[in-house]
T-cell receptor, first 114, second 115 residues
Framework: AQSVTQLDSHVSVSEGTPVLLRCNYSSSYSPSLFWYVQHPNKGLQLLLKYTSAATLVKGINGFEAEFKKSETSFHLTKPSAHMSDAAEYFCVVSEPGGSYIPTFGRGTSLIVHP | DAGITQSPRHKVTETGTPVTLRCHQTENHRYMYWYRQDPGHGLRLIHYSYGVKDTDKGEVSDGYSVSRSKTEDFLLTLESATSSQTSVYFC??????????????FGSGTRLTVV
């Protein structure tokens, strides 16, 4: 069965410093993986997705993620945080064994200090 | 989000009353999903649909039912609302089940309060 674990419920960084949001997944198949962002009182926006093409995926707003099958990880990174990056981030997995139903992690709240 | 709308955006209802939330899409996507979002739980799947009149249960389906009589509309009904169903409800759509083309597109959400 598919599952996804976001290793940090909160991450705090200073503006201009790198961002690392960690996601591990469990899947018996070749999964599709996604990162979504949710700003306060807003809907969810797709940041990037991995669907069995290049393992390093570039997304919007300078974010990228690397699919590492050996580590079952899909961590989200950004070289330099901006105040506008403060939001909730969700890692999502879908796979054939789970009927491709998108399953969410519990979320990581990114706090950016001036 | 463009192509998907949820209604109402906010609703307050009394315990024991039925409530219906609507998700409407203009993308002609086959797959539609209802999630609820609660602090500390992320988004949890309630029901999903893989075509007109084809639906199935998700992780937290107790107390909820759905209907999809047209491609564009996916209705979520709380048969007898309880305070534990106070939540934010999101609808999502997808062109294909893997999300490989455009991912899953989410509506703006419905904030439901059961008093």
């Amino acid at each position: 069965a598919q599952s996804v674990t976001q290793l940090d419920s909160h991450v705090s960084v200073s503006e201009g410093t790198p961002v690392l949001l960690r996601c591990n997944y469990s899947s018996s198949y070749s999964p599709s993986l996604f990162w979504y962002v949710q700003h306060p009182n807003k809907g969810l926006q797709l940041l990037l997705k991995y669907t069995s093409a290049a393992t390093l995926v570039k997304g919007i707003n300078g974010f990228e993620a690397e699919f590492k099958k050996s580590e079952t990880s899909f961590h989200l990174t950004k070289p330099s945080a901006h105040m506008s990056d403060a939001a909730e981030y969700f890692c999502v997995v879908s796979e054939p064994g789970g009927s491709y139903i998108p399953t969410f992690g519990r979320g990581t709240s990114l706090i950016v200090h001036p | 989000d463009a192509g998907i709308t949820q209604s109402p955006r906010h609703k307050v209802t009394e315990t024991g009353t039925p409530v219906t939330l609507r998700c409407h899409q203009t993308e002609n996507h086959r797959y539609m999903y209802w999630y609820r979002q609660d602090p500390g739980h992320g988004l949890r799947l309630i029901h999903y649909s893989y075509g007109v009149k084809d639906t199935d249960k998700g992780e937290v389906s107790d107390g909820y039912s759905v209907s999809r009589s047209k491609t564009e509309d996916f209705l979520l009904t709380l048969e007898s609302a309880t305070s534990s169903q106070t939540s934010v409800y999101f609808c999502a759509i997808s062109e294909n089940p893997t999300g490989e083309n455009y991912g899953y597109t989410f509506g703006s959400g419905t904030r439901l309060t059961v008093v």
